[in-house]
């Protein structure tokens, strides 16, 4: 395969992922499902199963908002549209995180309207501060094992899971080697292309991944070069439509990095060693970056963000607010006062899966963008 | 004590009322620290250490039912918030705005402790206090209690291990070593209060009933603050005995001619309690009872202080699974038989309202009774339409009024 196929492929599979995911399932495998929030891929991949992470559909609700108060995220919403009417026979069974109140009470109405296989709750801890958050992790990550064992009827064990480890842990690495090109020389790749490629990574098992991956490492410019472009760090949990990263591209804007669930903090914590594999996945949990719906330590969630834009010279962040994310609004007023006070240029934008292009969403972008370089001029 | 005897409940809960808020007014000068806390929580664990639990939702409540809340709103908007925010929260970051409550406001808190079986809100609300006062915020982590048996014991050992660690954090707030002989006393109150309490509620099976919810609702509040105090066992005992002296045994109920006996889903429209009140009564309808004010009818077991604590806590009925709050419902309309319900969508409280369709429809297949689902907002009179309220509660009396009469008829099972 050539780099332009490659990146063809990831485009096409980063925007509808169901035939290859059906191409899997006539392979044996079983597509099992879970919504976007630290459910441990390597985990159901190491049972032999097919991890998805579901994200959403930009398609129109119809199923959905009969379900759903008015005000549910649109997240939440896509989500259960996605399963419930356009793709209602492609998974086998679902692992559903929860996080925040919207995700816990999806999770009842999701089983209750859902026909699966199987289905299992991942209660995450909501806190991350304190041992017995990570007691918590392990324990519940141990509960999962079983439950995907007895649904399998094959247990598994160490060999298993760390030839899982080992192969997300490769497809991170080859991620964010390419993410380190863009960032050498953002003519490299498009901000489009490189969150393909992420998205991507949600959808495929790595082995699959991973060849295209090499053959798009080799490929692209090693050098550095010259960038004119403003640089922008990217925060929240998710962008969509990605029509806004073309909106990116168009605008002449170096993504230079990001907080994204989808994005930096899905391809930057891989599994450690260690002698207990279900230890090294909580291991790898604590390392993460910071998670709007998690209580993390202190202010560690503006904090962090602050440290990302500082470490890689931005020109300003852009924030993507999930319409009616609840756990973004009590967080935002704050971060905004946060960045005026230290005059760091941020626009907050309004996102939600079903409006694709929003005219008034495109002329802020354009005006920050503006701005960003006429700060630039003047120094 | 003497003096109490001749106090009515009401005079005496005004009385406690004032007593609380005077003392947490002045504790920071007596040297006491204040804790936020949510009505949900291991609040024992305060009262056993000598701090005083305040509670920012009770707050909120009154602000609401003073109808301050689209003003303390609207000055938080303004700096950013949505309206689209439980009308709670929004009541009490914009208190802080405005400096404006009908008791004179609440004090600033030394410590923050959010559970979350409530809901998920509240941690992000108290995030945002425990930011700006600079004050430590403990999340009180409650899983999800699912039914499997396995997960169930696990949950239990997360819960109980963080109750070791708010025992730790309390120790270092205050300096002081935790004693657990006083937090079996304090349990032991918890346990007399709420079994009175839950007595209390369960008044409103006799037919017709003394007590509708809007009883409960005002009974309420003293559980919730209260609760590990000897004053909450004295007043549940005094509302007992006031009820079945007044009501009970002379036949009373708390309308004239009881026709329908509802359910109502969810918090209640705390602005328009009254009104509703009014409104069903001119039906022969009254509310008697709700999840929402069950919530605090626990089960304790001094003995094994930290468990009970745990199991108490974790399994209240916002954190179980719907079918397994389905059947709690369905608990309420066998022991009361209820003929009616309505189903209130909230959207300041996601956490109870999520999946309320799906509740309905296990609620009427099971019950055969046909339900009102409505929206609006339990705070703020922005969200509610009078005129389109009244008509839809109306229209869904008139069903039960057809629905009754084609049952007198035979004309339906
Ligand atoms: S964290 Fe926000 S976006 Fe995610 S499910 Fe919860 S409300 Fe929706
Ligand atoms: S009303 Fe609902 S969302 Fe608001 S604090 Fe109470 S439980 Fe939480």
Known sequence: ?379 | MGETKQMTAKELSKRLTKTYYEGAKHAHEQGKFIAYTTAVSPAELFYAHDVIPIYPENHSVMMITHRMTAELSESIERKGYTSHLCAYARSDLGFRELHKSPIGGIPDPDFLLACNAQCFTLTKWFEVLSRRYDAPLFVFDTPQFIRDKKAREEIIKYVMEQIYEMIEALERLTGKKFDFDRLREVIEYSRQASILYKKYLDLASYKPSPISIFDALINMAITVYLRGTPDAVEFYRLLIDETMENKVKKGIGVIPNEKYRLYWENLPIWFKFRDHFNLLASYGAVILTSLYVHAWSYDFDPSDPVRTLAENYASVFSNVELEERAEMALDLFKRYSLNGNLMFLNRSCKAVSFAVHELRDIITKKTGVPALVFESDMGDPRFYSESQIRTRIEAYLETLDQLSYDRERGLRD
């Open chain 1, 1 to 379: 395969m050539k780099k332009e196929d490659v990146l063809k492929t990831l485009h096409e599979i980063s925007m509808d992922p169901f035939p290859y995911l059906e191409s899997k399932r006539e392979k044996g495998f079983k597509i099992i499902g879970s919504p976007l929030a630290d459910v441990p891929s390597e985990l159901i991949h190491a049972a032999g199963l097919m991890p998805v992470t579901i994200l959403g559909t930009n398609r129109p609700i119809v199923k959905a908002g009969g379900h759903l108060p008015d005000n549910a995220c649109s997240l939440s919403r896509s989500n259960l549209e996605l399963v419930l009417n356009y793709q209602p026979r492609s998974f086998d069974g679902f692992v559903f995180p929860q996080v925040c109140d919207t995700t816990q009470h999806l999770s009842d109405i999701w089983k209750m309207t859902i026909s699966s296989e199987f289905f299992a709750s991942f209660l995450i801890p909501r806190q991350v501060d304190r041992p017995s958050a990570r007691h918590w992790f392990y324990a519940e990550t141990r509960r999962l094992k079983e439950q995907l064992e007895a649904y399998t009827g094959n247990p598994f064990g160490r060999e298993a899971l760390e030839e899982s480890f080992s192969l997300y842990n490769e497809a991170r690495r080859l991620l964010r080697k390419i993410y380190g090109i863009k960032r050498k020389n953002p003519a490299a790749l498009s901000n489009r292309q490189l969150f393909d490629l992420i998205r991507a990574f949600c959808y495929m098992d790595p082995r699959d991944l991973i060849p295209m991956l090499e053959t798009m490492t080799e490929n692209l410019p090693k050098e550095k070069a010259e960038d004119e472009n403003v640089r922008v760090v990217l925060s929240g949990i998710v962008v969509e439509p990605s029509q806004l990263l073309d909106i990116l591209d168009e605008l002449g804007v170096s993504i230079v990095g990001d907080d994204l669930t989808v994005g930096t903090r899905m391809i930057a914590y891989d599994v450690p060693e260690a002698e207990d594999p279900l230890e090294a996945l909580t291991a790898r949990h604590f390392d993460k970056s910071p998670f709007s719906p998690i209580r993390d330590v202190g202010t560690r969630l503006y904090d962090h963000l602050l440290g990302l834009f500082e470490t890689t010279g931005a020109d300003g962040i852009i924030f993507f607010h999930i319409k009616f994310c609840e756990s973004q609004d009590y967080d935002l007023p704050d971060l905004k006062h946060i960045m005026r006070e230290r005059r760091i240029p941020m626009i907050v934008l309004d996102t939600e899966y079903q409006s694709v292009t929003k005219a008034q969403t495109k002329t802020r972008l354009e005006a920050f963008i503006e701005s960003l370089y006429g700060e630039r001029e003047n120094g």
